[in-house]
C-alpha cells in the first residue's frame, strides 16, 4: 500500500510487525531521541521515579537542554536546572547541556547531528514538531509517558492521518517560511489539523532553505498537528550529509499515498503575514495593521533564531537605530549561531542600532524572564504564540510575524511592512 512520509517512519520504527502501519491504529514504536528541556523535564523525572526507575534504558537516545529557564531569573528557577543537573549525573545522560553550553533544544538537537531523516522523535515541548524541517517525525508527547519511554525504550503511537500541502511559485521579497504557516494557519484555524501529519513538498521547496522550513514546522502543532514533515530534497541531502552524527534514511512519500486533504500554495502570491491577538489563527497582511505602535519588539526563538533571521534583520536594520518609545531584543538561538553571527558582524550591527542582544534562552519567549511585557503592552515577536499571558502579564498583546517584519516594526516604532520602510 503506498504510504505518507509518517506511515512511513513509523512503520520503520515499529517494534510489532503484526499491526498494519495506516491511519487510526496503535502502533508501538522505539524513538530515536528524547528530547527534554529545564521546563519539562524535572516533572518527567519525578513521573520516572514513580515508575521505580533506577537507570535510563539508552541513556544515548536522551537529550537534555536548559533553555527555559537559562540563565536562571529565580531560586524557583534555579532549581529546575539543578534537577537537570542531577539527573544528567545521576544516570549518565552524555547529552546534557547547560547554561552557554548549547542554546535552544529545538535548534541546539539538528545543530549537533542529534536529528536526522527519517528518525523518530518524542520530546516534552509542544513544538518538538520543529524537526520535521530535517524530514524527522517530532512531535510533543506528555510528561509520563517521555518518562515511561525512558524506562521501557518503547511507546505507542496512533497512526496519523496525512495532510499535503504542495509548494510552488517563487517568493516575493521579505516572504519566509512563517508566512507559510500564517496563511495556513489563517486558511484552516488552529484545529484544522488536528492529530494530522502535515506534510510539505512540491517545486516550491526549493525556495526554502533548512532554516526557513525550521519556521513552518515550529507551528504545525499550532494548527493541532501531530507532527508536520518536509520532503526529504537536495537540501536534505546536502544539510543531513554535513550535519548528521546518527543513523539516518531520507523519506518521501509513494505515489499515490493517502491524504485527507491537498492543499496547494502559491509562494509568489503571499504577502507578510502577522496574526493578532490573541490566536495564531487571527492572520491578516502586513499591511492591515500599519499604525499599531509597539512597546517591545522580540526577535529571535527556536525557529526565527537562526543565522537566516539575523542575516534578515540585519538586512532591515543596517544604518538604521531603533524607534524611540520601543525597544528591541534579538536573541541567537544557540550559541554557535550566535559566535557566527558575531564573526559576520551581525551582533554590533544590532548594538549599534540600538537592539539588546541576549545570550539563547527561551526566556521571553513565554514570558518567564529576559523580556516579559507589562500590562497594557503591546509586542511584535518571532515567537509561536500569542495567547492572552502567554509572553508577560495577561495584558499585553504580542503580534506574531517574520524577521524582516519585526526588524521594520521596530525601526518605525509601529507594525511595518519591510517594503515601505
Same mark, same amino acid.
Given at each position: 500500500?503506498?504510504?505518507? +512520509?509518517?506511515? *512511513? +517512519? ?95 533544544? &529545538? ?53 496519523? %492521518? ?21 496563511? +495556513? ?10 492529530? *494530522?501529519?502535515?506534510?510539505? !513538498? ?19 502543532? %499550532? ?19 554535513? /550535519? ?23 509562494? !509568489? ?6 496574526? *493578532? ?74 548594538? %549599534? ?7 539563547? /534562552? ?6 518567564? &524572564? ?6 497594557? %503592552? ?16 495577561? !495584558? ?26
Amino acid at each position: 500500500m503506498a504510504q505518507t +512520509i509518517a506511515e *512511513k +517512519i513509523l512503520e520503520a520504527h515499529a517494534i510489532d510487525d503484526k499491526t498494519k502501519v495506516e491511519p487510526g491504529n496503535v502502533v508501538r514504536a522505539r524513538v530515536d531521541l528524547v528530547l527534554l528541556n529545564d521546563a519539562n523535564g524535572p516533572v518527567a523525572f519525578r513521573h520516572f521515579a514513580n515508575m521505580g526507575g533506577g537507570k535510563v534504558a539508552v541513556p544515548d537516545k536522551v537529550v537534555l537542554v536548559c533553555d527555559h529557564f537559562a540563565p536562571a531569573p529565580s531560586a524557583a528557577g534555579a532549581r529546575m536546572l539543578r534537577d537537570m543537573r542531577r539527573f544528567a549525573q545521576d544516570k549518565g545522560i552524555e547529552h546534557f547541556y547547560d547554561v552557554g553550553k548549547g542554546g535552544i533544544e &529545538h535548534t541546539l538537537a539538528p545543530e549537533l547531528g542529534l536529528i536526522g531523516p527519517g528518525n523518530l522523535i518524542g520530546g516534552g515541548d509542544s513544538h518538538t514538531g520543529t524537526a520535521g524541517a530535517f524530514n524527522a517525525f517530532g512531535t510533543g508527547m506528555s510528561w509520563s509517558g517521555m518518562a515511561a519511554i525512558m524506562v521501557l525504550d518503547e511507546t505507542w503511537f496512533r497512526v496519523p %492521518e496525512s495532510m499535503r500541502f504542495n509548494l510552488h511559485g517563487k517568493k516575493a521579497p521579505h516572504i519566509t517560511g512563517k508566512d507559510i504557516i500564517l496563511k +495556513i494557519l489563517q486558511d484552516i484555524g488552529v484545529d484544522g489539523a488536528l492529530y *494530522k501529519s502535515m506534510e510539505f !513538498g512540491g517545486p516550491g521547496l526549493a525556495e526554502l532553505n533548512i532554516d526557513e522550513r525550521m519556521a513552518v514546522c515550529n507551528l504545525v502543532v %499550532e494548527a493541532g498537528a501531530k507532527t508536520g514533515i518536509f520532503d526529504a530534497d537536495e537540501a536534505t541531502r546536502e544539510w543531513a550529509a554535513a /550535519t548528521c552524527k546518527r543513523p539516518y534514511r531520507m523519506v518521501n512519500p509513494d505515489p499515490g499515498a493517502q491524504y485527507a486533504s491537498r492543499h496547494d500554495i502559491d509562494l !509568489g502570491r503571499l504577502r507578510p503575514m502577522v496574526a *493578532k491577538p490573541y490566536s495564531p489563527e487571527n492572520v491578516v497582511e502586513v499591511g492591515e495593521l500599519k499604525g499599531v505602535h509597539v512597546d517591545q519588539v522580540y526577535m529571535g526563538n527556536c525557529a526565527n533564531g537562526t543565522i537566516t533571521d539575523l542575516r534578515q534583520i540585519a538586512s532591515i536594520l543596517k544604518g538604521r537605530k531603533i524607534a524611540r518609545g520601543t525597544r528591541a531584543m534579538i536573541v541567537p538561538a544557540t550559541q554557535k549561531i550566535y559566535m557566527q553571527a558575531m564573526q559576520e558582524g551581525l551582533i554590533e550591527q544590532f548594538i %549599534e542600532s540600538g537592539a539588546a542582544v541576549s545570550t539563547p /534562552t527561551c526566556g521571553a519567549c513565554f514570558g518567564g &524572564h529576559n523580556g516579559a511585557l507589562d500590562d497594557g %503592552e503591546v509586542a511584535f515577536a518571532t515567537i509561536n504564540r500569542n495567547f492572552k499571558g502567554r509572553a508577560g502579564h495577561a !495584558g499585553a498583546q504580542v503580534y506574531l510575524g517574520n524577521s524582516y517584519v519585526a526588524a521594520a516594526t521596530a525601526v518605525a516604532g509601529e507594525i511595518m511592512d519591510p517594503a515601505a520602510l
